[in-house]
């Protein structure tokens, strides 16, 4: 392996609060400690497919720690395995194409910022000899190896306010308030926020839920006087022998299935089957837009330094990750295509039991 003097940098699928933070650390530490030189590539692989390819200076990563989203934009749509040039071609393979775009810009190693799909994407370049280092991210927090994801923690914070608002509304009307949140097939974002908010009731996807088990709680809590319920519930939460609720199919990505709606299913049954009034609110993308937290910021900073320091340390193919509180790394092609569901014994949903809170099993 040469000598790494020029960098490539992607940020890949679902955006999330802390990728800035990220980038700038990445192409801070590479230029000023490594006297390197950084390339952003945009929207994600979708920039390498596209030659859309540019350098970056202090000044372009300059003033965005505090700013959500991406700088260099994202795509979750991008495979170079599967890509259409038009909607009417059928997919093909231009991996080729990115290797060529890679070569034109004498790019000695990418970093790539994203989730199992894009550690996924990163495995293929990895293949065909291409150092990759890569970050992990998403509000989802279901990354492979690492304890926490950036992005979560802000999630968790825009999860709790909603709950946190919804309650004195609930409490004032005598309704159940059902609070849907995001996370795809891991409930972390609706236990973290539903523990954090006191939720009467969280339903996560690891934890099929049987509705007449809801209904009760909702009906028991007013018997002692609580005349309303607060509820978290994971957007990929699903009853017990059934499915999940899908919002939409979305073509073309390598992950189609978008989840969301089973906030108002679960309200709807319990209004009919109690006769209490149950209202559903569905948080949706503000959990990943807008400012990070100062956490996610100090994370996304750790990431991204550590992320160049691996690469300048010749470690290859390397997936950066928390363990316990401490930065460390795995190999990048353990993470790929896998999710870090919750563990139906986390010791937080044993308290949250121990605490009165139901998971409707
Ligand atoms: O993975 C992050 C996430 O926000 C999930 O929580 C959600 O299910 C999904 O992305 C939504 O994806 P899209 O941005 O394609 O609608």
Same mark, same amino acid.
């Given at each position: 392996? &040469?000598? %790494?003097?020029r960098i490539g940098i992607l940020t890949g699928g679902g955006d999330c609060p802390g990728l800035n933070a990220v980038i700038r650390a990445v192409t801070k530490t590479a230029i000023f400690h490594h006297q390197l030189e950084v390339f952003g590539i945009e929207d994600g692989f979708l &920039?390498? @497919?596209?030659?859309r390819i540019r350098q970056l200076t202090p000044l372009d990563v300059s003033n965005i720690l505090t700013l959500g989203g991406t700088i260099l934009g994202s795509s979750n749509k991008a495979d170079p395995t599967r890509w259409r040039d038009t909607p009417e071609h059928d997919p093909c393979d231009v991996t080729d194409r990115c290797l060529h775009h890679i070569e034109q810009h004498r790019l000695d190693a990418l970093v790539c910022i994203g989730g199992d799909g894009t550690m996924s994407g990163a495995a293929n370049f990895i293949h065909l000899g291409v150092n990759c280092v890569g970050v992990p991210k998403t509000i989802d927090n279901d990354v492979h190896g690492t304890d926490v994801t950036f992005g979560f923690g802000t999630a968790v914070t825009v999860a709790t306010d909603a709950l946190d608002r919804v309650h004195t509304t609930a409490a004032s009307h005598h309704r159940a308030m059902v609070v849907e949140v995001m996370g795809r097939n891991a409930g972390w974002i609706a236990l973290h926020a539903g523990v954090a908010s006191g939720a009467d009731v969280i339903l996560l996807p690891e934890i099929p839920y +049987? %509705? +007449?088990k809801v209904c009760q709680r909702v009906v028991e809590r007013g018997q002692y006087g609580k005349r309303f $319920? %607060?509820? !978290? %519930?994971s957007e990929g939460a699903r009853p017990v022998g059934g499915g999940q609720v899908v919002a939409q199919v979305v073509k073309d990505s390598p992950d189609p299935i978008r989840l969301g709606g089973v906030g108002k299913v679960v309200a709807d049954q319990i209004q009919a089957k109690t006769g209490i009034e149950a209202r559903a609110t569905v948080l949706g993308y503000v959990q990943r837009g807008g400012t990070p937290i100062p956490a +996610?910021? /100090?994370? &996304? $900073?750790?990431?991204? *330094?550590?992320? @160049?320091?691996?690469?300048? !340390? &010749?470690a290859q193919s390397r997936l950066v990750v928390m363990k316990g509180r401490t930065v460390t790394d795995i190999p990048i092609l353990d993470a790929a295509n896998k999710q870090r569901l919750v563990p139906v014994d *986390?010791?937080? /949903?044993?308290?949250?039991r121990d605490v009165g809170t139901d998971f409707g099993d």
């Open positions: 392996m &040469g000598k %790494i003097q &920039g390498l @497919i596209e030659n +049987d %509705i +007449d $319920t %607060i509820l !978290s %519930i +996610d910021r /100090v994370l &996304g $900073t750790e990431f991204g *330094h550590a992320a @160049i320091e691996l690469l300048m !340390s &010749g *986390h010791p937080l /949903v044993e308290a949250a």
